[in-house]
Each structure stands twice: as C-alpha cells, then as structure tokens.
C-alpha cells in the first residue's frame, strides 16, 4: 500500500500542477507556500503513523534528525522545480523525461560510488533510457 500510496502521490503532482495553471499558463498561487504545505503534511502524516507503531519507539535524537535534512531540503528544491518546468513542458513529457532521473542515479552509483552494476541492472537502466527516448519523440 505505501508504494502505491508513492505511485499515486509521485504521477498526481504534475497533472494536478498542470491543472491549476490559468488560460496563460501561469500559477495564481505561490509554489513554495504550496510546496511547505505538502511537506508539512507529509511531516505530519509520517508522525501520527509513527505515533501508532505497537513497538516501543526510539527517543528523538536532534543530531540523528539532522542527517535527514538534507534528503529533505533536496526533495524541498526538487518538488519546487517540478511548477518551474511545468511552465515549459505539459505533464506527459515531463513524466517521461522525470524518468531519466532513474538513468542519472544508475550511472552516477557507478561513476560516484565506483560500484559496478549487475548485467540485469544495466539492463534495466538501458531499457528505461530507451523506452524514454522512444516515449518522448512519440510524443512529440
């Protein structure tokens, strides 16, 4: 249910950025207010479904929390980009080209990290590289 709930969540943001664009194209609301309150909510949801864990929690390390912020203020710049280029492209070839970001971790997780892949992973990356390719000139 979590990765659906993802899925739902991830492939809803652009239509729905798209969908709330004026006759012009442009935004009648700030996009970083509407950026913090999703992220608020997120925080929220993520501490009442902590709060109903059965097993006895950890106690709130600030050092520990500080490690995810930074993934946090990435996602912040990321998700604020997301109504920037949206102003550029429709919400298909946005979905299809947000894909290459798959492609880019692959090959940086074997640039950055010096770790080879397995042939299947490889694959995988080539086939969504491709696939991508082909998705967007159809598009197009």
Known sequence: PYVLAGVVLMTLQPM?????????????????????????????????????????RPSFDPLEAMHFAVPAAIY????NLVFWILTYVNATTFQLLSQ???????LLFRAVLGRRLTAMQSIAI???????????????
């Open 16 to 56: 729905l950025v798209t969908f709330s664009q004026n006759e012009q194209g442009k935004l009648e609301y700030n996009p970083v207010s509407s950026t913090l309150l999703s992220e608020v909510g997120k925080l929220a949801l993520s501490a009442a479904l902590l709060r109903m864990q059965p097993v006895p």
């Open 76 to 79: 912040f710049v990321n998700n």
């Open 100 to 106: 290459l970001k798959t492609v880019f971790t692959g």
């Open 126 to 140: 080539w086939q969504l590289a491709a696939g991508t390719a082909v998705s967007n000139i159809h598009c197009e």
